[in-house]
T-cell receptor
């Protein structure tokens, strides 16, 4: 079947605006992850969803960041009042439980 | 805290030759997974190889193999018979067996020269 998809591919926004990034995981995958990749850096864990359990939000850098996963499938990462330091590639991954993670192509966010 | 260190920001290899990418990690755990991911310019992260810490045998996937030294907390990736398509960023990653998050190194950019 199809892999993990993310939209939009690129997003340019102005400082202070809110943005929503979408992730469609692989059908049937119970786990969904969000990561942030700043320029020239590795991946930084943000949040993890597993089935109907409460999400692990331990990686969210501030309360401006939030995420939800509706119906155990699609997930939306929301960044409120964006700052220039939020500029990065946001990667989503899904997996069947804690097995191998499959990544989407990412959303490149640029905050002007 | 678990950290992953990749000490080589950039590496270069001639096509058809062999290159080794280094990775060290810091952990007090005994049960964990280690991974190498490849990220080409398309940004798509692709799993290259995975190693379970409890396995003494080094993982191998075709031209890719690892040298896992648990006591030294070292996990290097060897790419044999390098191909132009191997050019990418390579990330080493660590995950505790019962943990949700994966810790990534800063990456090594591999260039393959024709």
């Amino acid at each position: 079947g199809a892999g993990v998809s993310q939209s939009p591919s690129n997003k340019v926004t102005e400082k202070g605006k809110d943005v929503e990034l979408r992730c469609d995981p692989i059908s049937g995958h119970t786990a969904l992850y969000w990561y942030r990749q700043s320029l020239g850096q590795g991946l930084e864990f943000l949040i993890y969803f597993q089935g109907n359990s409460a999400p692990d939000k331990s990686g969210l850098p501030s309360d401006r960041f939030s995420a939800e996963r509706t119906g155990g499938s699609v997930s939306t990462l929301t960044i409120q009042r964006t700052q220039q330091e939020d500029s990065a590639v946001y990667l989503c991954a899904s997996s069947l439980g804690r097995r191998e993670q499959f990544f989407g192509p990412g959303t490149r966010l640029t905050v002007l | 805290a678990q950290t992953v260190t990749q000490s080589q920001p950039e590496m270069s290899v001639q096509e058809a030759e062999t290159v080794t990418l280094s990775c060290t990690y810091d952990t007090s755990e005994s049960d964990y997974y280690l991974f190498w991911y490849k990220q080409p310019p398309s940004r798509q992260m692709i799993l290259v190889i995975r190693q379970e810490a409890y396995k003494q045998q080094n993982a191998t996937e075709n031209r890719f193999s690892v040298n896992f030294q648990k006591a030294a907390k070292s996990f290097s990736l060897k790419i044999s018979d390098s191909q132009l398509g191997d050019a990418a960023m390579y990330f080493c990653a660590y995950r505790r067996t019962r943990s949700n998050d994966m810790r990534f190194g800063a990456g090594t950019r591999l260039t393959v020269k024709p």
